[in-house]
């Protein structure tokens, strides 16, 4: 009787998605450090609450169709900033750190605008956030050429984007203010009596600024609804992060403050999301805010395609703006080795949510879905000099007193 219970039992495991992930993650937590898919998946953390393999099939495959869609935006407007002369764009690539906004905006509220949905500072690399969060890439692109009918009426370029509709507040050229900002938001959420919760994703520069500081203190004093995610990519723009941070893990920066100190593979979309969703759920419970560090990589220099070839991934070659010592390229194809897209993909059809045929029928469908996007944007009527006395004061135009 025992081994017919026995034989049930691994039946309806082997029937249950929900118990084939929770297996697959426990065993790979319980074998130690060694264990991976393929050498390519991550090692699991211990269960941390809210694993990912208690997501449907359908949110699983929504969030590998998000990180295909950054990617090939972003591969989309490299090949068009290498081959035609005629773009305006002004970009930073975000391509490698796709699962980090992926993971962690899949555990946000992405509608509702400002007053329900939560709300997201970025970065002046922001196409992943914004992506992620659920932004028009047609507006998107329109934007970046600074078009009419871009996402910001084509004012904002790429730093400066912003969609108020999904909560993303926008992209920051500024390296620092975001958090400072941000936790003022959280703070106007606690006093509304509001469960929304605020992301600011920074970067490893901005340890060492004094806003990250300041905004950690208040955060964690007023034990607000914050969360700091920051994406160690171990460059700010061309110099290693340890030039201006003391210690290995920026996590360890949570210590003084009292609050969690999360870090995760960055490349691993499952393992962001697992940490994403425990930190939104403690924040919307009140328990104050947390400092989430994802290891992950860029493929790109600090800005535009010096070094890279059309149609191929990553930029290998002399970038002239680069005045100090900068990363070598078996670094770069280490972490290329590891990359986002594959992680997603081979988890997905080791749960037998995706088999290869399908995961490539979607790439090949996003891929064209970037492509139609961005030749829309290329129809689209730049703005006009004199419609930016329009967007001065939040009603009306400011009186037009000189020209040139």
């Not at 905006?105 to 949905?117: R, T, Y």
Request: proline share 4%.
């Amino acid at each position: 009787m025992a081994d017919r219970n026995d034989a049930h039992a691994r039946d309806a495991q082997r029937k249950s998605p929900s118990a084939t992930r929770r297996n697959f993650l426990q065993g790979l937590a319980g074998a130690g450090a060694a264990i991976s898919l393929s050498s390519r998946i991550a090692n699991a953390q211990g269960a941390i609450g809210f694993w990912a393999k208690d997501l449907t099939d359908a949110q699983l495959t929504g969030m590998f169709g998000t990180i295909l869609r950054i990617r090939w935006y972003e591969r989309t407007l490299v090949d068009k900033m290498l081959t035609d002369s005629n773009y305006r764009g002004y970009n930073h690539f975000y391509v490698g750190q796709e699962a980090v906004a992926t993971g962690v905006c899949a555990a946000l509220k992405n509608s509702g605008g400002v007053m329900e949905a939560d709300l997201v500072y970025s970065t002046h690399r922001p196409s992943g956030h914004a992506i992620a969060k659920g932004a028009d890439i047609r507006k998107m692109a329109a934007e970046y050429e600074f078009r009419a009918t871009g996402l910001n009426k084509g004012y904002a370029g790429e730093m400066h984007i912003s969609d108020k509709s999904i909560g993303f507040i926008g992209a920051d050229g500024m390296i620092g203010p975001g958090p400072v900002i941000a936790t003022g938001s959280a703070f106007a959420i606690r006093a509304r009596g509001s469960k929304q919760v605020v992301v600011n994703f920074g970067g490893d520069g901005t340890y060492a600024t004094p806003h990250f500081h300041s905004a950690m203190n208040n955060a964690a004093l007023l034990k607000l609804p914050f969360i700091y995610v920051i994406e160690n990519n171990l460059y700010h723009q061309y110099a290693h992060y340890s030039w201006s941070c003391p210690m290995k893990d920026i996590a360890e920066a949570a210590v003084p403050y009292g609050i969690p100190g999360v870090v995760v593979d960055g490349q691993d979309v499952m393992q962001v999301y697992n940490a994403a969703r425990t930190a939104v759920e403690r924040a919307r419970a009140g328990e104050g805010p947390t400092l989430i560090e994802a290891k992950t990589y860029r493929y790109y220099n600090h800005w535009g395609a010096p070094g890279a070839k059309p149609g191929e991934l990553g930029a290998f070659g002399y970038d002239p703006l680069a005045i100090s010592s900068f990363r070598p390229e078996r670094e770069l194809r280490a972490w290329m080795a590891r990359d986002p897209v594959d992680i997603c993909r081979t988890t997905l059809i080791g749960w037998k949510v995706l088999d290869a045929a399908k995961a490539a029928a979607m790439e090949t469908s996003i891929k064209q879905e970037v492509l139609d996007a961005v030749a829309w944007a290329d129809k689209q009527p730049f703005c006009k000099p004199e419609d930016g006395l329009k967007n001065v004061f939040v009603e009306g135009s400011v009186p037009a007193r000189q020209f040139g």
